[in-house]
C-alpha cells in the first residue's frame, strides 16, 4: 500500500487541513463586502509578518511573479543596478532586470556561501555620484541552503540613496527578516513556502522612499502596477479578479501563523535545519553550506559522486514515497535538498531521516543504522529539556 506522500521540497510546502478546509468554501463576489473583509485582514496579517506598518501589495503570480514586479515598478530603463548573486535565485533576479531594461552589474559569490558585507560596503563606497540605482539580493538562495545576512548587508550601504530590494520568497517567516527596523525598501514574498498556501500569490512589501521611486517610473507595466494596486486597495479591492480560494487559504494561514508567533516560528524552522544537519552528519555525507549560514528553511546536501543525488532521491520517491528536491544547473546530481519549512513536523523529519539511511545502505553508503535517527532525536530531547 502506497503512504500519504511526505513533501519535502523548499516549495510548494505541504498544505495544513485547516487551510484546506478554508478554501473548500463556495466562491463570492471579489467586488462585494465579505471579500473586502478577507482582502483587508489578509492585507494586515502580512504587514505582521514582513514586521512593516507600511505598504504590502498581493500579486495573482508565483514568487518570479513578484520578482518582475518589483523590477516593474522600482528601477527604470537605463537604471545601473547592483545585483548580488550567490545561485539561481540570485541570478534570476539579474535577469529579470536586465530584461527590463537595467544596466546590470553582478556580484557573485560562491555557490554555498554567503555574500559579504564588507564587499558590498566597499562596492558601493565606490559610486561616489550615486549611479548605481537599487542593489538587489536574495535574503534564502533554495538553490544552495545559504541565507544572507540581510541586516548587516544593509547596513553596509549606509546612506547611499539605492533601493534596497531583498528576494524574501522563502526567507520570510523562515528567518529573520525585520522590513521596517532594518530599512529595507522592497521585499518579495509567496504563499508556498512558510506561508503554508497553494502556489499562486506573491506578496510586494515597499516603503514610502519606494513609492516615490515608483511614481517616477518609467518601465512599462500594466498588470504589476503598484498605483493602479494602492487605488484599487482604498476600496478593499484587488485591480483584476483574484484567486478567491487562495485568499481563503491564506486568510486561515495568517489567523495559524498569528497563534503561534513569528518568534515561535522562526524558532522552530532553526530547530529544524539543527535536527537535519546533525542526523545527517551522523550518516557521513557532507553539507554544502557551513553552518553559520545555513538556511533554516532548506538543507543542501552534497553526496558521494559515486552514488549520485538522483538516485538518492529515486530511491526515496519509489520505496517511501518521499519527495526531495535535485540540484539546479551545476549542482545536478551533485546534491539533494531537503525543504523543512512550512507545515513541517518533526514526526515527518523524523521518519524521513529514517527512510534516508535506509536508502542509503541500499545504495552501498557504509553508515551506522540508526546513527541519524539518534541524533534527531537527541535534538528533540535537548529542546524540550529532557536531554
Known amino acids: 500500500m502506497k503512504s500519504d506522500q511526505y513533501l519535502l521540497l523548499p516549495g510548494p510546502t505541504p498544505i495544513p487541513h485547516r487551510v484546506l478546509r478554508a478554501m473548500d468554501r463556495p466562491m463570492i463576489n471579489h467586488r462585494g463586502p465579505e471579500f473586502k473583509s478577507i482582502f483587508e485582514e489578509v492585507i494586515d496579517g502580512v504587514k505582521k509578518i514582513y514586521r512593516t506598518k507600511e505598504y504590502v501589495q498581493i500579486y495573482p503570480s508565483s514568487g518570479s511573479g513578484g520578482m518582475e514586479a518589483a523590477v516593474a515598478n522600482f528601477i527604470s530603463p537605463g537604471d545601473k543596478v547592483l545585483s548580488i548573486s550567490a545561485g539561481v535565485f540570485g541570478d534570476r533576479f539579474a535577469q ?92 518579495v514574498s509567496c504563499s508556498q513556502k512558510a506561508f503554508m498556501v497553494p502556489p499562486g500569490l506573491s506578496f510586494m512589501a515597499f516603503n514610502e522612499k519606494a513609492l516615490k521611486v515608483q511614481q517616477q517610473n518609467r518601465n512599462h507595466k500594466f498588470y504589476w502596477d503598484v498605483a493602479l494596486g494602492l487605488q484599487y486597495m482604498e476600496k478593499g479591492q484587488t485591480p483584476f479578479t483574484p484567486p478567491v480560494a487562495l485568499y481563503f487559504g491564506l486568510q486561515e494561514a495568517l489567523r495559524m501563523m498569528l497563534e503561534e508567533g513569528l518568534d515561535n516560528i522562526l524558532v522552530r524552522h532553526a530547530n529544524y535545519r539543527d535536527m537535519v544537519r546533525t542526523s545527517i552528519k551522523a550518516m557521513g555525507l557532507e553539507l554544502f553550506t557551513a553552518d553559520d549560514v545555513a538556511s533554516s528553511a532548506v538543507t543542501a546536501v552534497r553526496v558521494p559522486e559515486e552514488i549520485g543525488a538522483n538516485r538518492i532521491r529515486k530511491c526515496m520517491l519509489d520505496e517511501f514515497n518521499i519527495v526531495l528536491a535535485g540540484g539546479q544547473q551545476r549542482l545536478d ?55
Do not use: C
Not at 523543512?340 to 523529519?349: N, Q
Open 333 to 387: 546530481n551533485q546534491i539533494f535538498r531537503l525543504g523543512h519549512l512550512g507545515y513541517i513536523k518533526e514526526l515527518d523529519l523524523l521518519a524521513v531521516i529514517a527512510a534516508l539511511e535506509i536508502t542509503l545502505s541500499q545504495l552501498g553508503h557504509s553508515l551506522e543504522m540508526g546513527s541519524g535517527v539518534k541524533k534527531a532525536q537527541e535534538r528533540i530531547l535537548a529542546k524540550k529539556g529532557l536531554s
Open 96 to 187: 529579470i532586470a536586465s530584461r527590463f531594461g537595467a544596466q546590470v552589474e553582478k556580484m557573485d559569490f560562491t555557490w554555498g556561501t554567503a555574500v559579504d558585507p564588507q564587499k558590498v560596503k566597499d562596492r558601493i563606497e565606490q559610486d561616489k555620484n550615486g549611479e548605481i540605482k537599487a542593489v538587489l539580493i536574495t535574503h534564502n538562495e533554495t538553490s544552495t541552503g545559504a541565507f544572507n545576512d540581510i541586516k548587516n548587508v544593509r547596513k553596509a550601504m549606509g546612506d547611499h540613496p539605492a533601493l534596497f530590494i531583498v528576494d524574501a520568497v522563502s526567507g520570510l517567516a523562515t528567518i529573520d527578516l525585520r522590513m521596517d527596523e532594518w530599512n529595507l525598501d522592497v521585499a
